[in-house]
């Protein structure tokens, strides 16, 4: 027996995030990230999001991976490496003059509750079905992901209805300003060569479009787009997690770094991950 790392293959994290939905859920988090003036503030003054936005998502997919699929040791390793980076980090209010870390508790929470948020609302409403148990289960085991990037795990929620009270505290903080819109422009026409422009159209439009769709009320409201119908919203999730999934487990879990082929091969076949049948 190896290393289950922190989560383990009983958890529900860690069917859940062998999902090929996650994706779709990864850019749905950056939409709602973008909506906290201050947080994306951060992001924007201190990486070049505009032309390696690609490169931003597949590191914040292999800190999700290794930190689910990983070895304890390289998720500690992973977790002490962003809070490294975190650390050194200020941005800039424009209005006020006030300079701040990147790494304030509140701005940590926010990012960490949009990601679970956007996590557990994709893969449930794509058509993985999760008791309401195993739901509250996922949010209250990301305390421990939350403890990685510098959070105290008692301030973070632990279960759906803690998640939605923090949203419900929260809005009256969130706005589209100037960097949200560049995050929305960004991700609806990434830069793309001219010869790879019809392949953004045809493949990355829909999967920005889903997840763009996919925001709760609130935000569409705030970014100033009408909102779709929840039930369209879910038909059009269902549809792209039947076309994702039609691609074999075998073959999208051997694109780098391989988390869970390792994580088999460390714990054996038992460890295998069926999302599909945790409602079961």
């Known amino acids: 027996m190896g290393d289950p790392g922190l989560f383990g293959p009983d958890s529900v994290t860690w ?18 990230q973008a909506l906290h003036p201050r947080a994306v503030r951060g992001v924007m003054q201190n990486s070049d999001f505009r032309k390696d936005a690609w490169g931003r998502l597949m590191r914040t997919a292999n800190f999700v991976g290794t930190t689910t699929y990983g070895t304890t040791e390289a998720a500690e390793k992973a977790g002490a490496r962003v809070r490294k980076i975190h650390a050194m980090l200020t941005a800039t209010d424009p209005d006020t003059g006030e300079r701040y870390r990147i790494d304030e508790p509140e701005l940590l929470l926010w990012v960490h509750c949009a990601e679970i948020d956007s996590y557990l609302d994709v893969a449930r409403r794509s058509g993985i079905r999760l008791t309401e148990a195993q739901a509250d289960r ?14 105290d795990p008692e301030d973070v929620p632990a279960d759906q209805a803690q998640l ?12 589209a300003g100037d960097e949200a819109r560049d995050v929305d422009d960004f991700l609806r026409r990434p830069p793309t060569p001219a010869l790879l422009v019809p392949a953004r159209e045809l493949l990355w439009r829909g999967v920005a479009e889903v997840a763009y769709a996919s925001l709760p009320p609130f935000a569409h409201e705030l970014y100033g787009r009408s909102a779709p119908s929840h039930e369209a919203v879910n038909l059009q999730l ?28 460390r714990l054996g076949p038992g460890s295998r991950p069926a999302p599909y049948k945790l409602g079961r």
């Open 238 to 265: 269902r549809f792209t997690g039947i076309m994702l999934r039609r691609i074999p487990a075998r073959v999208r879990w051997q694109l780098p770094p391989k988390h869970i082929i390792r994580a088999m091969s």
């Open 164 to 175: 939605a009270a923090y949203f419900e505290k929260i809005r009256p903080e969130l706005a």
């Open 138 to 151: 996922y949010v209250g085991e990301h305390r421990e992901s939350a403890r990685l990037v510098g959070l």
């Open 15 to 32: 069917q859940l995030h062998s999902d090929p939905m996650m994706w779709v859920a990864g850019v749905r988090a950056l939409y709602l």
